[in-house]
């Protein structure tokens, strides 16, 4: 059974540029959430989709944004990339299935994303 | 505002020695808390999560962890590392309306093991 996969593993962006990172959940389940984390930090929530919908958002500018497909995968865009970007971003899916609480989540091993 | 609190950044234990992290939350409601471990390079692994009951849960890899409400904290422990349990740790809990999807993460501890 396939874990969470993320693509791609590493990425080296330009100042300006937008870059799309993606994301396939562990199988059977319908919900993801995309976490930034910086070097030395904890991961921070940036959103989470359930259902094609983006269901919650942390404190990130609109510059973030995702879309999740028919097929429960995903993709974080971020545009008009800054420095201050550059961190590992990861993926976690768990399952909704009409309760208020997800089941446990399981993260994908991240996309490194650097700005230069 | 809820907030989770690592005060160890870094830790050194020597191999089969006991271990403790600690971790210190701030949440207005009965929390659901977690502690994950990362390896270099890696995502996140759960090795526990505390939601009610028994304040003792036990994880994998050895863990345990310890609920205690009135300490607001869920320390971490392992009676006897190994070499491998070389890693970050981090505790989570889960963010007001929330789901265990949307959690909120200590600045995490890095555990670093003697031979």
């Known amino acids: 059974d396939a874990g969470v996969t993320q693509s791609p593993t590493h990425l080296i962006k330009t100042r300006g540029q937008q870059v799309t990172l993606r994301c396939s959940p562990k199988s059977g389940h319908d919900t993801v959430s995309w976490y930034q984390q910086a070097l030395g930090q904890g991961p921070q929530f940036i959103f989470q989709?359930?259902?094609?919908?983006?269901?919650q958002r942390g404190n990130f500018p609109d510059r973030f944004s995702g879309h999740q497909f028919p097929n429960y995968s995903s993709e974080l865009n971020v545009n008009a990339l800054l420095l201050g970007d550059s961190a590992l971003y990861l993926c976690?899916?768990?399952?909704?299935?009409?309760?208020?609480?997800?089941?446990?989540?399981?993260f994908g091993q991240g996309t490194r994303l650097t700005v230069v | 505002a809820q907030s989770v609190t690592q005060p160890d950044i870094h830790i050194t234990v020597s191999e089969g020695a006991s271990l403790e992290l600690r971790c210190n939350y701030s949440y207005g409601a009965t929390p659901y808390l977690f502690w994950y471990v990362q390896s270099p390079g890696q995502g996140l692994q759960l090795l526990l999560k505390?939601?009610?009951?028994?304040?003792l849960v036990q994880g994998i890899k050895g863990f345990e962890a310890e609920f205690k409400r009135s300490q607001s904290s869920f320390n971490l422990r392992k009676p006897s590392v190994h070499w491998s349990d070389a890693a970050e740790y981090f505790c989570?809990?889960?963010?007001?309306?929330?789901?265990?999807?949307?959690?909120?993460f200590g600045k995490g501890t890095k555990l670093s093991v003697k031979p």
């Open positions: 976690a899916s768990s399952l909704t299935g009409g309760h208020r609480f997800n089941t446990e989540a399981f």
């Open positions: 989570a809990v889960v963010s007001y309306g929330g789901s265990q999807g949307n959690l909120i």
């Open positions: 505390y939601f009610s009951g028994d304040t």
């Open positions: 989709y359930y259902e094609e919908e983006e269901r």
